[in-house]
């Protein structure tokens, strides 16, 4: 087109849009951002780990933070939130939801009511590839009020494509054919499969089960050629910890799955969250070298606490299994490697009206041992680095998206004020609540 069709064409819809409802690609949607937004007068924790700075003012410019300024100094004008006596903090980062098991409607739901609760953005490790690209253009474009999100191609072992979740998020294909559920065995053309699973939007890999390490390292090498970052449980079966680390993925999955380093490997998956917690502790030498790995290789730590402590069935092995994956996650940390925060689901609706990111920040706090520094940075900051998405996001610095959320009481005096919500501001715009 043209630029004097342009012109003519934005005349006319200058007319149009004073008579009826606006049309068009770039007017669907939430309504913009303000111009300009200013929370004035706040005390900042910005999640680059800096000590919390009093009487602050975050200056956002369409939708992203332009400057933070002592209050007082900041521009007249402006849509002013008013930021005295309260804390601000970068909008929380979900780094291990699944959003897709359920009906659109449901997933549009659980969305809304993460977001309304302080999740500006979230990592959906494994599901229905479709229908999460489809969410995350809707979030993108405003249809919905959701988080940020992104999402992962998962690849497993032949022998995983049974599960009935697998087989429900991949309708349509036969199992394992899936481009966002690939079954991959020693014949497979990885670089062609890696390929494919770039295809679907995702912006990472996840290594689910059913691997042996020579196909996880083939798998490793082809990512990093392609540049797409990789996710694994943190036994994917045969394939240990120490091979997955070997491979140089980003980040393991459950704490409670490193156990598996210490003991013989089990040939049936399913049974993988019953490892050899007595026989193996989370300080013997041999869990502390993968620690080491993956402290010495940069490769994050998703614990998922609050699940294995609270959101599955008490079994025999419960109480063993928390303690240890508490006392390996507290280590990890002391050992400097990076903890990523995930729920592995997002929102708990009928047992508590914000979403779990609170919880697991909560045990990652009283559990873990973290400070709740350690712990908000591990659901900001780590989780957008681990991601490779903290150019724009994770932390409230300038040029950054203006994710913040705004409480009532300071969360570096007890992690659970996170639950007190003033505010929550994604892209520069007050959500409803
Ligand atoms: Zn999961």
């Known amino acids: 087109m043209t630029s004097a069709r342009l012109a003519l064409a934005g005349v006319a819809c200058g007319l149009i849009a004073t008579l009826s409802a606006p049309t068009g690609a770039v007017q669907r949607g939430a309504p913009a951002p303000p ?17 919390a700075r009093p009487h602050q003012s975050i200056v956002v410019r369409d939708g992203q933070i332009a400057e933070i300024v002592a209050a007082g100094g900041e521009p007249a004008g402006g849509t002013i939130v008013d930021g005295a006596g309260r804390f601000a903090v970068p909008g929380l980062f979900d780094a291990h939801v699944h959003v897709t098991g359920g009906t659109r409607e449901e997933a549009v739901d659980e969305l809304k009511r993460a977001l309304a609760g302080g999740v500006t953005s979230v990592w959906d490790l494994a599901g229905d590839g479709r229908m999460a690209s489809e969410l995350a253009r809707e979030a993108l474009v405003g249809e919905i009020e959701a988080p940020t999100i992104y999402y992962v191609a998962l690849m497993a072992g032949p022998a995983f494509f049974s599960d009935p979740r697998v087989i429900g998020a991949s309708r349509g294909f036969a199992p394992g054919e899936a481009p966002w559920a690939q079954a991959i065995t020693p014949a497979t053309d990885v670089a062609r499969a890696v390929a494919i699973a770039r295809g679907t939007g995702a912006t990472s890999l996840k290594l689910y089960a059913a691997l042996d390490g020579d196909t996880v390292r083939r798998i490793g090498d082809e990512a990093r050629r392609q540049g797409v970052r990789i996710v694994a449980h943190a036994t994917v079966f045969p394939a240990k910890p120490s091979d997955l680390v070997a491979a140089g993925v980003t980040m393991l999955a459950h704490a409670a799955y490193l156990v598996w380093e210490g003991s013989p490997s089990t040939p049936d998956f399913t049974k993988r969250a019953n490892g050899d917690f007595a026989g193996v502790p989370a300080d013997s030498p041999v869990i502390e070298r993968v620690l080491e790995g993956m402290r010495d290789r940069n490769i994050a730590l998703n614990p ?12 025999d092995l419960s109480a063993l299994r928390t303690s240890w994956m508490y006392a390996v996650t507290k280590r990890a940390a002391a050992l400097g490697v990076s903890i990523v925060a995930g729920t592995d689901r997002i929102i708990d609706a009928a047992n508590d009206p914000l979403p779990l990111i609170h919880r697991e920040l909560e045990q990652l706090a009283t559990g873990a041992g973290l400070k709740p520094m350690q712990a908000l940075q591990a659901a900001t900051r780590n989780a957008a680095r681990t991601l490779g998405v903290d150019a724009k996001v994770g932390t409230i610095e300038p040029g950054k998206a203006a994710d913040i959320l705004l409480l009532d009481a300071n969360p570096l005096d007890d992690i659970k004020n996170t639950r007190k919500i003033r505010a929550v501001i994604k892209g520069g715009r007050a959500v409803p609540r």
């Open 35 to 51: 111009k300009v937004l200013v929370v004035r007068d706040v005390t900042v924790i910005d999640g680059t780990g800096a000590a």
């Open 304 to 315: 998922t606490l609050w699940i294995f402590a609270e959101g599955l069935p008490k079994d």
